[in-house]
């Protein structure tokens, strides 16, 4: 039997409770699409005061449909909307879609009602988009489940599934999409996703062949757990996600909360998830189809390198620009390569990359075909764009020219035509190659298929999941653990650590620093007291008897005197650790996306510059790297004035160590700070470790 | 009489020298242009094979031309051209445009012929421009001295005039400009600029009253001076610079520099010397006529708040990040404007900033004037955005609604309408709205207005250039300054510097410390060694006689056995200074702009995260106080991890100082590094100081 999912996005039969025969009206668009655009299935129109609507029978309540509906369209004021569900529900209707608002948007007692409505569905195993949206649209089996602006005009099927949880801006970017004959095969927008959610249907709709691109548009993330499930799930089937999300800064963030009711999770961290699970981020809506258009159409580039051929030595400029701020190489041709490039140019063309190919081509085609072919056979160029400006006069020898070149070429091509004859774009699209309308724009598509490419790659070449032993972690209470636990624990997990020691009297930590034998820190150590240095807590390099237990009891009397209340369980005692570079590690639980792992420049670095990268938990050691790529700090760890460099590899062993700690402490660990990590010659090692646990966080399930 | 340049782009007779009677060749365009589009001065083709051409009478040369022309186009093989400006120049031509190719961009050949070119026509006293360029064109007067294929359609004139390097590029972002029914009332590309350039066409055009707008593309500055002279023109004509440059990036300067064969000079310091002088950089083709649409529609907003009325709040967070990003601020409403909002509202609405006006208001037009004139009622916003959605079916009722609230709306508003009506763009055109297609583009285009309204604020409040008295500079020789000697003229020039003696015996170097009275650092004096430490010419912290003899001898033994052929001075003896903020200080003499100070983040942080600022010499505290803002270090000067913030009015103290002097400085510096400067509670003070001069660098003028 199909899945009540993919009978909400293929219904074979659709009730519309409550229809109107008004085509203007929203309970009447769905039906005026249906029937105006050929939907094949069964069309089942539910309102008591008809017989016969448009030439359909008309039921008089969901109890009189001849069969259980596929999917039923629910457009009623939202206190008639529970009843309905649950008649449905009786019916054995498959899945529903609800248009109407006035739930989750509209303050307690809408959540209150949606809730109720969301359990009602549940209890009838009913899957339910919405409420509070625009519907849906299946464009290859003309289901308009929709009252969308975007199907009053023709919606041509293609292969990109377009999800979005915005009903007007995804309204626009599908009328964008439509402007640049894009097909949507699908079109959805969740609404508020009261039951189902953006990646529950995006997994629904990405399972049809003829989808080959997954494209969205975000708000927030409800569930970063299916996310991620989508995110795997499209590397598995070679169909790049490719996602834009508002909210990228403060005051986007702060517009958000107050659009959606909710706090979205912190951009850095959803960015840097999605990213290391494959998916593509799109700063805006140009952008996205700009990159979800060349992935429809192009096969994936084996690298990085970008070639460009223009008419004009400034476009090709820019584009070397952009390409290198979007992580392109623009490699300068072989030697041989070069070679053949003059043979072919003019004295006054450019044979390099970019190669300048002048105007003179519109009198010698050949020239341009050539020219492109030829730097596309540059062993470190993987992907090509040719860009052109006007000629009017030239459109059929162009697109000729360009069609022969990308059907010759064995690697990815694309077009960039400014101001192109709109004659040219509409025959390029004809034959499956898109044009794009500035240089900069195909860049960026350009490196969508690069990073599409890598992904790939490194998907295929992913190690399998290491059997890691289960440990029988220890079940900790809630709070701060104690330090010399914490170490303990971070160490049995493989984590270098400082040796650190809980003296408990004056003689005792005199008896401790003998034992390290050399200079110690002190700290003072209860679970009451974070910040330590603060209030006195700490000191420093002390080297002698008589300035260890000076130090012991200053440091007990600063903690009497500033936290009084604080239960102290003495002074740590820790010998002296060195490392030039000094980094911040820490892990805390996100609520979107579980376990997340930072890494950071530490000291000044980290508050002055916010230089950290981000990683879901557990993660392998390439993908460490891959995070330590990510810091700009980068060139002091490969060592700076007179500094050595430090072994990358150790830091990695660290981080991927901790993480994958971290995903097993997920239902007991709240937050850690290693600050410092000091890294010398002899590899990195956590000086200081504060550990929170906190139970019943209901952490995200893996 | 009228200048040259003026005869130049507004010429009362053009002679065509080699015109060809066939409308498709290079000589044939700009005749076929003349006569068909009307151009109502005096139009000479000179063509020995024709008496007549087009029912022009055709002269057989330039000396049989009945008058002297305004303009004469020259569209000739290479080699023929330096006779015919001769000739033109006999015939008292008073400017020349030359379409050839084959001159400086053909190696050196073609540059010598270039120079010979330049030269008679500048005996002649004619401005030329070109070689190798398209050409311009006057729209006002339908001047069409070109072979663009720009010209090949409607060139509508309007209030801006573009100016671009770049032939190609160029007349794809005129045709960018005529896409969106932006007039260009001149279109003029510069070539070679062999003779007159960038700077000098467009300073005649701004002079033009139906100029509003001055637009340009750049791929290098060849007269630095000259641009500033244009920037603050156009401050005091109140009419905004818009600039695109390409070269970036590393990448697009290697591109750049094949394609023009010269060097860009640093993109960063292109890029703070006009941000300086208050023009506005756009990244790219489509940003620049974003912005000068909405410079030329749109009154100056008086700050740099942002409101956003959309009907959806998705594109609010969407551009109220990119606000963020580009330095606006969306304020969040007043009580009292909430409160208005709030009756205006449906309660779905969101009556905050951005306001989410919700697709209500095609039923209540009002809702949606009314809401962005309650917006814009606010103290705090200064410049609103509009966005919009389709609505195919409400065309008329939106302009009507857009016309009249952009009409009452006493503060700038822009309109983003994404996937808009063609026949909406038409009519709100038709009123002088410009129609933005995307939410983070109208963003762009409203800070390009507060830009520009914070340019002209700075430019009306700027301070009278203090009247320094002229100090006698002394002449230096060409070399390193010694240290004594270049600590002592900086402090002349009101540069705070540590204190700082030679000693050229050890006895001295003891007497030295002595009278300092505190921990010395002993510093090796050559002019010959400029990396003192790296040749252990540096001992820090040196405090009894015995290390200062010690450390004396063995940093000559030092210098002897690394640098034996350097002539060694002495050894400088410096009180230890003392900052809790370093700070890293410059000068250098820039190619195209002459004197740059430079002030970075010191220490580890300028070499790993390139956090630096310039400004040309010389200027004021208040734009020192502009560099610091742009530090990312920022925060260290205010305190960080318990440091007290230091005072940021003695650092810019310094800088203006320093860069009064480097002005002066200007025919001998060559470069000048004070790094560190500390900066502690008794304000900043340059410990160390390399100090260049060369004369004969022919330095920019001013």
Redesign the interface.
Known sequence: MRSALTCLVNPQSIAIVGASSQFGKVSGRPLKHLLEKGYRGKIWPINPRYTEMHGLTCYTSIAALPDAPDLAIVALPAQDVLATIRELGRRGTRSVVVFS??FG??GEAGKAMEAEMVAAAREYGMPLCGPNCLGFINAFENVYATFS??A??ETQSGPIAFVT?????????A??A??RGLGLGYFINTGNEADVGFADLMLTVIEDPRIKVAAG?L?GVRDGEALIRLAKRCQELGKPLVLTK???????A???A???GSMAGEDAVFDAVIRQYGVIRA????QLLDMAQALAACPLPHGNGLGIA?????????M??????VGL??PPVTDAIRKRLVDLLP??G?A?N?V?VT?QFVGEPELLRESVLTLLDDPNIHVGIVWL?????YVDVLVEILTETCRKATKPCLVCW??APEEAVRKLAAVGIPVFQ???RAVDAAAALVRHGEAQRRWQQRAPQAAHAVRTLPRLPDGVVPSVQGVSLLKDAGIPMAPVALATSEDHAVALWHKFGKGVALKIESTAITHKSDIGGVLLNLNDEAAIRTGYRSILANAARHCPDAKVDGVLVQPLASGHVELVVGVKRDPSFGMIVMVGSGG??V???RDVAFRRAPFAEDEAARMLGEL??G??LDG??GKPAVDRAQICNLLASLSRWAAEMEDQLEELDLNPVLVGPDGPVGVDCVMVIRHDASPAKR
Chains 1, 2 share one sequence.
């Open positions: 608002s006035g948007e509209m602006q975007y009053d005009r949880q915005s009903g007007a801006f995804g309204t626009a970017i009328a964008l439509r402007q548009y708000e508002v909210g990228r800064m403060a005051a986007g702060r517009a958000a107050s659009h959606t700063r805006n809506e140009e223009t008419q004009s030595g400034g476009a090709g400029v820019m070397a620009d952009r390409a290198e701020e190489a623009v004295a006054f450019a390099g970019p300048d105007g400006q006007l000629m009017h006069a400014v101001a500035a240089g900069e000044v670095l508050e002055v510059m700009r700090m060139a002091l700076v004035r």
